[in-house]
Structures are given as structure tokens and as C-alpha cells.
T-cell receptor
Framework: NAGVTQTPKFQVLKTGQSMTLQCAQD?????MSWYRQDPGMGLRLIHY???????DQGEVPNGYNVSRSTTEDFPLRLLSAAPSQTSVYFC?????????????FGSGTRLTVV | GQQLNQSPQSMFIQEGEDVSMNCTSS?????WLWYKQDPGEGPVLLIA?????ELTSNGRLTAQFGITRKDSFLNISASIPSDVGIYFC????????????FGPGTSLSVIP
């Protein structure tokens, strides 16, 4: 009954470092996505995927990279961290179909870039 | 780009009071969703609405899909301390699985 699992929960990076945020879901959801949450700005879509091998950009993709080699995993890579990427990152997944039942979110990764 | 407006931005209420919040958009959606986020956690779905005029309840929560399809409302009756959190609305466009827009959230504080 894990749902969407994100690791790590907290991370501090120095400017210019790279890292990967992990996301895994065990619900066999086709759709997976990454959001960032900043105060007063709601949730903004970074990248999304509708199945293994298929990814696309969201609203704020610059500085981030994704791949999806399996249905279960959707890692988010920060190529060269910048202070502007300090945020809380959420992974979300859902079924694809005629009726949308909403996303299931992970518990988030709080990233600080110094 | 598309935007959702949520009001109020924050609320401080006494335990036992009823709460109303709303979400408006310049765009037409075919699905409205309401989420709650507890501190340090991800958003959790409360209610999903699929048809203009639809009124749906989940315990003490009631949400409505506006007739114009450009707005939605969430009411919480007889608030309790565990209602504290941030409430997000979200709208989804028809046939576009990637186009789910989230509002900026309403922060709710309940005074015991």
C-alpha cells in the first residue's frame, strides 16, 4: 500500500551540483509527473510522462531532465543546481482514461540550493 | 498562461464554524478537483467534480462545480482542528491529460 514514494525527503545542494530525485509508484499508473511548489504559486508542472519511454515538458522544464524506462519509476535530474531551484518537489501519478480520478502525490522532497 | 484564482488566500476561524472558499478561472474546465495538503505532506484528493452544477459531499465537505464551468466552491461544515492545512483547487481541460492547473491555495487555520 505504498502509493507514490519519493526520496530523499530533504536535500541541500551547492550551486552547480547535480542530483537525482527519485519517484516510484506501485499502482501501475500510466501517467507520472513532477511538480514544484513555491509559496503563493501553487503547483507548477515540470515534466510528465504518459508511459515508459515517453516524456514531455511542462510549464517550467528548464534545468531539469527526466526519463522513464519503467512504468514504476520516474526520476527527476537537476543538471546544475541553482538557488532558483530551491523548492519543494512533488511527484504525482494517475491512470489515463476517459474519466480523470485525480493525481496521487508523493510526500515531497524539500530541496535547498545554497 | 492559464490561471486559477482562489479566495480567500488565508482564513482563521473558530472551531465549529463553517468555512467557504472558492476558485475561479477564465477558462472552462471539464473536471474540478479539491485537494488538501497537510504540513510536510503531499496534497490528498478530497473531492472530484465532473459535471456543471454537480454538488458532491465527502463527510463534512461539500463541493460544487459551477454552472459556467469556470468556477468551483468548497464548503467545510463544523470545522475541527484537523481541518488545518492548505486547500488547493485544480481544473482539468477536456481530453488533455497534461493540462491540470492548480490554484495557489487557501491556508486554513482553526482556533480551538
Amino acid at each position: 500500500n505504498a502509493g507514490v514514494t519519493q526520496t530523499p525527503k530533504f536535500q541541500v545542494l551547492k550551486t552547480g551540483q547535480s542530483m537525482t530525485l527519485q519517484c516510484a509508484q506501485d499502482m501501475n499508473h500510466e501517467y507520472m509527473s513532477w511538480y514544484r511548489q513555491d509559496p503563493g504559486m501553487g503547483l507548477r508542472l515540470i515534466h510528465y510522462s504518459v508511459g515508459a519511454g515517453i516524456t514531455d515538458q511542462g510549464e517550467v522544464p528548464n534545468g531539469y531532465n527526466v526519463s522513464r524506462s519503467t512504468t514504476e519509476d520516474f526520476p527527476l535530474r537537476l543538471l546544475s543546481a541553482a538557488p532558483s531551484q530551491t523548492s519543494v518537489y512533488f511527484c504525482a501519478s494517475s491512470y489515463l482514461g476517459l474519466r480523470f480520478y485525480g493525481y496521487t502525490f508523493g510526500s515531497g522532497t524539500r530541496l535547498t540550493v545554497v | 498562461g492559464q490561471q486559477l484564482n482562489q479566495s480567500p488566500q488565508s482564513m482563521f476561524i473558530q472551531e465549529g464554524e463553517d468555512v467557504s472558499m472558492n476558485c475561479t478561472s477564465s477558462s472552462i474546465f471539464n473536471t474540478w478537483l479539491w485537494y488538501k495538503q497537510d504540513p510536510g505532506e503531499g496534497p490528498v484528493l478530497l473531492i472530484a467534480l465532473y459535471k456543471a452544477g454537480e454538488l458532491t459531499s465527502n463527510g463534512r465537505l461539500t463541493a460544487q462545480f459551477g454552472i459556467t464551468r469556470k468556477d468551483s466552491f468548497l464548503n467545510i461544515s463544523a470545522s475541527i482542528p484537523s481541518d488545518v492545512g492548505i486547500y488547493f483547487c485544480a481544473g482539468r481541460f477536456k481530453t488533455s491529460y497534461d493540462k491540470v492547473i492548480f490554484g495557489p491555495g487557501t491556508s486554513l487555520s482553526v482556533i480551538p
